[in-house]
């Protein structure tokens, strides 16, 4: 009897027929990213269809100057409350797990529930994220803003998703074909906020089943000349995506230009607090002005990676200079990062 393995490999090669050509297609969800190399099933994929990584990790691309900005409020005192995936990230200043007094969270929740037990504390949630991370955030800002709380305010780096796969679509280098879209993000934004994509699309879950007909789905797509965007994930993710939830955001947040790490400065590729609430605002609550130098650490090819133009074995550093135990750029970092990914799961095979 036929493996699964050997049966979706026959299913691959006979799309693959039909395509008569070479795609490019990038997975743009840091946990996809995990679960494609958990799960070896690139192996699966047929030689003229390439599945890169994209820049979907919100701790590989969170910016130099964020982490800097944050290592300046701890130390002038500000209880920061950060999430433990930033703590080996670089910035110009260094490294957050080589601060004293940091506020290690799990949750934004944890930040607000410190300010509020102690009143006489200045309190900074130092946030980054996407989407869906933006919403737990805008939440947070909510009771803060109702209760009224005068020592608690958010250092913002929440990412929007959208503009950047706009970017990457018409990116002639990386010559995508199709993109395997983040269902978390998806359970947000909805189908709709993925339409209009100039490329195909499939929102997917992160089981390996899932994922491999989420890519059957998307070659069938690129096979026949169709352009839209599909939905593999009914069970999270609507048409209209959470209304609640972009209520908040849309109450708290504003689109504006932002840099991501390794892509640079990209235009409405951030959230930004609103004006109006810029009391909780901590880049206007405090001087934060630091001159972070741009530029990736020496070597590091993490800004190629996240654009697909490099996959990470083709780095010279990987697995050598850079490994998870000594990463010299973001992409290592994070358990969800392509480098950290593609270096824990190397010898899987289906
Ligand atoms: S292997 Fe390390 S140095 Fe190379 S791109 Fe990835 S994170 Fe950067």
């Not at 209520?247 to 390794?262: C, K, M, N, P, S």
Request: aromatic share 8%.
């Amino acid at each position: 009897m036929k493996t699964a393995a050997t049966l979706w490999r026959e299913v691959f090669l006979h799309i693959s027929a039909k395509l008569r050509r070479s795609v490019n297609l990038m997975e743009v969800c840091g946990s996809h990213s995990m679960a494609v190399a958990r799960s070896g099933l690139r192996a699966l994929l047929p030689d003229n269809v390439k599945l890169l990584s994209g820049p979907g990790c919100p701790v590989c691309v969170s910016a130099s100057s964020f982490i800097d900005r944050t290592i300046l409020l701890n130390r002038r005192g500000v209880k920061t409350a950060v999430f433990g995936d930033l703590l080996k990230i670089p910035g110009s200043l260094g490294k957050l797990r080589d601060e004293n007094g940091l506020l290690v969270i799990y949750s934004p929740e944890e930040a607000l529930e410190f300010a509020r037990r102690h009143p006489h504390t200045e309190t900074v949630l130092a946030a980054v994220g996407f989407e869906p991370t933006a919403a737990v955030g805008a939440a947070v800002l909510d009771s803060a803003v109702r209760e009224g709380l005068t020592n608690f305010s958010v250092l913002c780096d929440f990412k929007h998703l959208r503009p950047v796969l706009d970017e990457l679509a018409s990116d002639p280098k990386t010559a995508l074909s199709g993109f395997l879209l983040p269902g978390h993000v998806g359970s947000i934004i909805g189908v709709s906020g993925y339409r209009n994509l100039s490329l195909p699309g499939v929102v997917s879950g992160f089981e390996p089943e899932n994922i491999l007909y989420s890519l059957k789905m998307l070659l069938e797509m690129i096979a026949d000349g169709e352009c839209s965007v599909k939905n593999n994930y009914p069970q999270l993710v609507a048409e209209e995506g959470n209304r609640t939830a972009l209520q908040l955001i849309d109450r708290y947040f504003t689109a504006a230009d932002g840099e991501w790490r390794g892509l640079g400065m990209v235009p409405g590729g951030c959230w930004k607090i609103r004006d109006e609430y810029a009391a909780f605002d901590a880049a206007c609550k405090y001087d934060l002005k630091v001159e972070t130098p741009a530029g990736a650490p020496s070597g590091c090819r993490c800004g190629e990676i996240l654009r697909g133009y490099l996959t990470p074995e083709e780095c010279p550093l990987f697995g050598s200079a850079c490994t998870p135990e000594n990463p010299v750029g973001s992409c290592m970092v994070s358990s969800e990062g392509a480098c950290a990914a593609a270096y824990h799961y190397r010898q899987v095979a289906i």
